[in-house]
């Protein structure tokens, strides 16, 4: 299941049926789970470990040095879990430090030269665009997309449910169930096709729109204000809801409104 011309350490693990293209490379510190595929020229270094039936396409690079000036030179990480795609010219870099691996999920799609920097870490179910970018410990919760050519600036978090517009900049926090969109990145509405396409329920979508109008719509409302006010509604029982709420309040960087 090795092509010839595969360069594929003999320190490396390899699981049941896996398949390594032509000119492809392993590096010595590099394990694969069971039925993942390397197709041609595809590099994957570092002390990186992989679950099950991970598929890697053409000139991808997974498992690099972190591109962070503060790295000395120590043994770093990089966890993915289960059948995620890495589309051509792709990049992940491990993390800068050995207590901190770079994480990925399962599940999740990675599109044309999209990034995904040292030290993030992601969920499960997400979709990186082409050339979308995630600088430095950016943290990504389920099911979220960010669209083709946008930049999520380093510490980050994106909320679960969130859609980045292409072409946009974030620099702050992206809230759960949301579209953000834009230069510099606002939000912009609810994401209602992504949230029924789930199948979330109408109450459920009906509550998140109830919270969207009292912490969105009006910007030049204090935020603190207006999560206050909607802790008080009915709305703030939904679990969703509830989501929201802690995730706008133990932001590091603020949210984008």
Same mark, same amino acid.
């Given at each position: 299941?090795?092509?010839? =011309? *595969?360069?594929? @350490? #003999?320190?490396?693990?390899?699981?049941?049926?896996?398949?390594?293209?032509?000119?492809?490379?392993?590096?010595?510190?590099?394990?694969?789970?069971?039925?993942?595929v390397?197709?041609?020229?595809?590099?994957?270094? &570092? =002390? @990186?470990?992989?679950?099950?039936?991970?598929e890697?396409? #053409?000139? *991808?690079?997974?498992?690099?040095? +972190?591109?962070?000036l /503060?790295?000395? !030179?120590?043994?770093?990480?990089?966890?993915?879990g289960?059948?995620?795609?890495?589309?051509?010219?792709? +990049?992940?870099?491990? !993390? +800068?430090? $050995?207590?901190?691996? +770079?994480?990925i999920g399962?599940?999740?799609?990675?599109?044309?030269?999209?990034?995904v *920097?040292?030290?993030?870490?992601?969920s499960?179910n997400?979709?990186?665009?082409n050339?979308? =970018?995630?600088g430095?410990?950016?943290?990504?919760?389920?099911?979220? %997309?960010?669209?083709?050519l946008?930049?999520?600036?380093?510490f980050? /978090?994106?909320?679960?449910?969130?859609? %980045?517009?292409?072409?946009a900049k974030?620099s702050q926090?992206? #809230?759960p169930?949301?579209?953000?969109?834009g230069? #510099? &990145?606002a =939000?912009?509405?609810?994401?209602?096709? &992504?949230?029924?396409?789930? &199948?979330?329920?109408?109450?459920t979508?009906?509550?998140?729109?109830?919270?969207y /109008? /009292?912490?969105?719509?009006?910007?030049?409302q204090?935020?603190?204000?207006?999560?206050?006010?909607?802790?008080?509604?009915? $709305?703030?029982?939904?679990?969703?809801?509830?989501?929201?709420i802690?995730?706008?309040?133990?932001?590091?960087?603020?949210?984008t409104?």
């Amino acid at each position: 299941m090795i092509h010839p =011309t *595969a360069i594929v @350490s #003999p320190l490396a693990k390899l699981g049941r049926n896996v398949r390594v293209g032509p000119y492809s490379i392993i590096g010595p510190h590099v394990e694969l789970g069971d039925d993942c595929v390397l197709h041609s020229h595809v590099i994957i270094e &570092g =002390t @990186s470990r992989f679950g099950r039936n991970n598929e890697f396409f #053409p000139f *991808a690079i997974v498992g690099g040095k +972190t591109q962070d000036l /503060k790295y000395q !030179g120590e043994p770093t990480y990089l966890e993915v879990g289960d059948h995620n795609v890495f589309r051509e010219n792709c +990049t992940v870099h491990r !993390g +800068t430090t $050995a207590e901190i691996p +770079t994480r990925i999920g399962s599940h999740n799609l990675f599109l044309s030269y999209a990034h995904v *920097a040292h030290d993030c870490q992601l969920s499960d179910n997400i979709i990186l665009s082409n050339n979308a =970018t995630l600088g430095g410990h950016v943290v990504v919760e389920e099911y979220a %997309i960010v669209s083709g050519l946008s930049a999520v600036h380093q510490f980050s /978090k994106i909320g679960c449910h969130s859609i %980045i517009g292409g072409c946009a900049k974030v620099s702050q926090d992206v #809230p759960p169930f949301m579209i953000v969109d834009g230069n #510099p &990145g606002a =939000t912009r509405g609810l994401n209602l096709v &992504g949230l029924q396409r789930r &199948g979330f329920s109408e109450e459920t979508i009906r509550d998140l729109k109830s919270a969207y /109008k /009292k912490l969105f719509l009006k910007k030049d409302q204090n935020l603190a204000i207006a999560v206050s006010s909607l802790k008080a509604t009915h $709305a703030a029982s939904c679990p969703q809801v509830a989501h929201l709420i802690h995730f706008i309040e133990s932001s590091q960087r603020g949210i984008t409104r």
